[in-house]
């Protein structure tokens, strides 16, 4: 009697078990291949929505992240500029918001330097960070006492600071898987302090082109202080900062460009391709410097990967403005000035560093030495 009785409660519990992946069946048919064609197959909302990926194709696009806000706020504030000026929320983001955004900007570039980083990659760090900062402050204070605050060719001393003394992180990032290694790799840690305004702001203090307080620096040190203490001690908030920096880049741009009009842009053009010129040209200028700072086997061409100027330059003269209020007459046509001079040096810094490269190859120089790293691709492609 009880073996009858417990066939009967394992034959219970058996339907009981196929009733609930009946009911799950009916509730989640996608996940039964059974049900491909079945009554309850069909998903309950039939309308499809194609993701525009806009963010990854701006990204793609050079320059993308700050001249496609930079375009829509310089449209928007020649056209219809009360359209910044509604009040509330809008207006402290898109109109007021650059001082707000910019700290946060420091903060995530902060995040992304890495204290772990010795030995040569601490060292190529801190000479290409030194050498764009060394050369853009002797340009730009030259420049100033030759010409004066108003510079040449439109190009005031400061947006000469500013473009010269900061670099293109992800472009160098990419050079380096091609032309470099892990080494050239892990100096961004380092080279990414050029990020921002900070050095803008310690070289115009320091030559007397601006009169910079001394808590200006200060209040920019800060933010990038947090990002660099929170970074080094949580991954999680690094990961977040890099995935959060395009979003914070774009909507910092638009407030920067509220504020400037469609002739603004329209009259830098000229002169941001000129700055964008000398920007690219001084690669050659870092070349030498670099390898003439290197061990002989560790020489290659990323000297030549940081003659550009960073898309975030174009945030720099709203910084400096802030910081002295006397730059504020500059600002709008600095602004396009530096993304301008962005996009000419995107393209061009690529094809200087592979030409260093192959100049480096065919001597067989450097790495491409018979006690360098990477003699045995000179072996295998010797026509190369």
Known sequence: MKDNNA???YTDLDEANKEIE?????LHPEENPANEKGAFSEPLNKTEFKDLDLLNKMKNLPGGLVIIPLVIAVILATFCPSVFQVGGYVTAL???GNSAMMGLFLIVCGSAINIRQVGMPLYKGVTLTGMKFILGVLLGYAVGKICGPAGFLGLTPFVIIAAITNSNGSLYISLSSQFGDATDTGAISILSLNDGPF???VALGATGLANIPIMSLVATLIPLLIGFAWGNVDGG????CAAAQPIVTFFMTISIGSKT?????LTAGASGIVLGLISA???VVFFFVFNILLPKKERNAMGAAIGTTALNSAMTPAAVAEADPSMAPYTSMATAQCATASIITLFLCPFITAAFDRFMRKGQRGVYSPTGSRHHE?????AA
């Open 199 to 201: 050095f803008t702001l």
């Open 281 to 283: 040209a001084l690669a």
């Open 7 to 9: 066939n009967k409660k």
């Open 378 to 382: 000179v072996l295998e492609h010797p």
């Open 237 to 240: 908030f690094r990961k977040a």
């Open 261 to 265: 009009d469609v002739k603004t842009i």
């Open 22 to 26: 009946a009911l799950e069946e009916e």
């Open 94 to 96: 898109f109109y007021n």
